[in-house]
């Protein structure tokens, strides 16, 4: 399973809380064996009624690398089949794109470095 879940300001709001335990699993399936290498918080999405949820994913790679992605899953996304596990996987993508992003900084950052001679 991940490496750890939080569920974030879900005081008065437990059928919320509870899509989002639901949702856990879901995005497991989604990220596959990484997932222990994966920090995961849910939490209502700011200034909404509505039943939206973000989810905030962060991963630090064995490099030291680290990033964060947030993604929101609003009601159609619990509606389509396979809506919530496709907006899953794409906040997951999102990530792995920032980490990516920072890796190759790093890499350009270490390139541009004067050699000591």
């Not at 490496?3 to 989604?30: I, S």
């Not at 792995?96 to 890499?107: C, E, F, N």
């Amino acid at each position: 399973m991940f490496k750890k879940v939080e569920y974030v300001g879900f005081d008065g709001k437990p059928d919320l809380r509870a899509k989002a335990e639901q949702l856990t699993p879901v995005l497991a399936g989604e990220i596959g064996e990484r997932q222990g290498e994966v920090e995961v918080t849910w939490s209502p999405h700011a200034n909404s009624n509505a039943g939206v949820l973000d989810l905030t994913l962060s991963r630090t790679l064995i490099n030291g690398v680290s990033g964060t992605h947030t993604g929101t899953f609003v009601a159609a996304d619990f509606a389509r089949d396979r809506g919530a596990a496709r907006r899953g996987r794409r906040v997951w993508s999102d990530l792995l794109g920032v980490l990516l992003d920072k890796q190759h900084q790093r890499i350009q950052e270490t390139f541009l470095e004067p050699a000591e001679a």
